[in-house]
């Protein structure tokens, strides 16, 4: 049986030279010239269609971040207002449901609530002419808060 299947894999790896030897006889049986190709004209066709899908690429990818960011943006009542990259792939984000902020740790595959706060953060561009403290300034009190708690 090993064998059989030996004799079928050399058959199938020897078919395209078989026909591309059979093909240049058959032209030169036949008293034809061979077709001369010219190399400009490949090139131009190639680089033409790199052109078009790298154009597609470039398309796609614009449409994708377009509608990816309409898309979360969109969502009512769920606003992203900021957040603070810890590492790598680790991130503390605030998040605003409704009236209630939440300090939300994000990891691949993982959210965890970290803290519900009690007041809301004013962010610096949503800030008071008051003075009031920003985001920044608030999430690091509290990162002080909780180390110092033990």
Known sequence: M???SRYIRSILLLLPF????AASSSVSALGETPVRTDLGAQLVQVMGGLGVVLAMVLLLAWLTKRFNHSRLSGTHGLRLLGG???GGKERIVLVQAGDVQLLVGVAPGRLQTLHVLQEPIVLQDQQDPTGEEGFGQK?????EHA???P
């Not at 999430?139 to 990162?143: N, R, V």
Request: charged share 20%; hydrophobic share 55%; proline share 0%.
């Open 2 to 4: 090993a064998m059989a």
């Open 84 to 86: 603070i990259s810890l």
């Open 18 to 21: 078989y026909s591309a030897a």
């Open 147 to 149: 180390k110092r708690k």
């Open 139 to 143: 999430l690091g009190k509290l990162l």
